[in-house]
């Protein structure tokens, strides 16, 4: 008896270490796709010669657009009836998405809606899946060993952007020429490589989605205590519970933050004049650092908690626009990148304990998907009013055409520190500072110049 029991333990610890070793590879390749890919999109813009406003808005538009289909992610994952086959579809999706903007590169010059429509589908088959996966992901890992096989699993998708980012540098600085193009039409050298590139990335989404059919699902149909929230119990919520004033400052930041964000591209493009090499290395060193100062910010939470870093990362993400005013060099950029990068990261690692830990795990897909949403919003309106101000005829061409775009994004981060004040002024609805922090690793999604990446997170709160 005691012999059968051993061995069932054994058979079951040997299974566990298989789904984790498989879904930390399923993580890096992924990751791989996303240094690979959609990092590449402004530039492929930029080489169209589509001009400054394009090259901005193709990395945030697209995203909205896709955040708004997978608001729909709820009841489709319970029709599907098991999160695996969601977000395999979902996966394939995506990889569909780069396969798609390959092969209109390859025979383009591609028109500039097609790159946004096959970004808006990149964007919403991966928003589509995260969810569902955190879910899936949360009822296979059993909580022992979840924090573990979570910081694992989050170093190798750092290593995996990074992988991404340097190959994907490395190849247009070889192949693809010069940087601007001669106007939407022309066909430029170099399309080659970046056909390649998405190409790349296509295929590593692919390999990931066969590492996800490969994981079981011992629960393939969705638990009769998960609830999808309808709009009422949402807005009522948003409303009256400490969660709704801490949303309306993260959304307004995201708003104003995005009126300058997404325009550090094209400025470092055709402005500073940075080629392919030093373009991949500012948007490496912004992640970089962010990786580098997450274990600091672990500790220093651990001793202060989530809520003055989140007053800390506000203040000090006022400033950062104006940095940029007088980066017109290559190290200065570097150092501009650097600061950004650990700025954002405390921003984001206090808000993802702030916000995440009031979420019931129940209620987790539904509100999540809200969430995603309307972040995304907020990041498309800043950066539609950015582009709004970066056209406007009174703006003066060249390097000067950025300063008032730059100059509003740091006014209206400062007057969000007023919503930053009243949501740490009042009581955040859990003794937050006498309990301890859940651990958190961090997934990227995209990256992102002057901020290092786009995230979504993981938590694990101690039970």
């Keep these: 008896m005691n012999a059968v029991g051993g061995r069932s333990r054994f058979e079951r610890g040997r299974r566990l270490r298989c789904v984790l070793r498989t879904s930390i590879l399923d993580g890096a ?36 657009a896709g955040a708004l289909l997978q608001l729909f992610t709820p009841p489709l994952v319970h029709r599907a009836g ?54 899936w992901m949360g009822r296979e890992i059993p909580p022992p060993v979840r924090g ?31 940087v601007i193009g001669d106007g939407p039409g022309a066909r430029p050298e170099g399309l080659l490589a970046f056909a390649a590139l998405f190409l790349a990335a296509s ?50 930041l995201q708003a104003a933050a995005n009126m300058a964000q997404p325009f550090f591209n094209p400025y470092m493009l055709a402005q500073a004049r940075v080629d392919y090499a030093r373009y991949t290395i500012l948007l490496s060193a912004a992640f970089a650092a962010k990786v580098a100062v997450f274990p600091l910010l672990g500790r220093f939470v651990a001793g202060a908690g989530a809520a003055r870093l989140l007053a800390i990362a506000g203040i000090g993400l006022v400033p950062l626009p104006l940095i940029w005013l007088w980066s017109d060099g290559f190290w200065t950029l570097l150092a501009a990148q650097l600061i950004s990068g650990c700025v954002w990261g405390a921003y984001e690692l206090a808000s993802f304990l702030m916000f995440y830990r009031a979420i019931r795990e129940d209620e987790r897909t539904s509100v999540l998907s809200v969430y995603t949403f309307g972040n995304a919003f907020s990041i498309a309106g800043g950066s539609i009013f950015g582009g709004w101000i970066l056209a406007l005829p009174a703006t003066s061409p060249g390097a000067g055409a950025y300063t008032p775009v730059f100059l509003a994004s ?54």
């Design 29 to 64: 390749v992924f990751s791989i796709m996303v240094g690979l890919g959609e990092t590449y999109f402004p530039a492929l813009v930029a080489k169209l010669g589509h001009g400054q406003v394009a090259v901005g808005l193709v990395a945030t538009v697209p995203m909205v």
């Design 82 to 135: 098991s999160n695996r086959r969601w977000v395999t579809l979902s996966t394939s999706a995506q990889s569909l998405s780069l396969l798609v903007m390959a092969a209109g590169v390859y025979l383009g010059p591609p028109p500039l809606w097609f790159i946004f429509a096959a970004a808006t589908l990149y964007w919403a088959a991966g928003l589509a899946s995260g969810p569902a996966w955190t879910d």
């Design 148 to 178: 573990r096989y979570h910081a694992r699993r989050s170093r190798w998708c750092q290593a995996g952007v990074l992988i991404g980012l340097l190959a994907g540098g490395f190849t247009l600085e070889r192949f693809a020429g010069g």
């Design 203 to 252: 295929l590593c989404r692919a390999v990931s989605t066969g590492l996800l059919l490969t994981q079981p699902e011992h629960a393939p149909g969705l638990r009769a205590q998960t609830s999808i929230l309808n709009r009422a119990e949402l807005a009522h919520r948003l409303r009256h519970g400490p969660e709704g004033r801490l949303l309306l400052y993260l959304f307004s």
């Design 410 to 463: 740091t006014l209206a981060r400062a007057a969000s520190l007023a919503l930053l004040y009243r949501f740490i002024s009042r009581p955040h609805g859990a003794d937050d500072e006498r309990r301890a922090w859940p651990a958190i690793a961090l997934e990227p999604v995209a990256v992102r110049p002057a901020a290092g990446s786009v995230d979504q997170a993981d938590l694990h709160v101690p039970r």
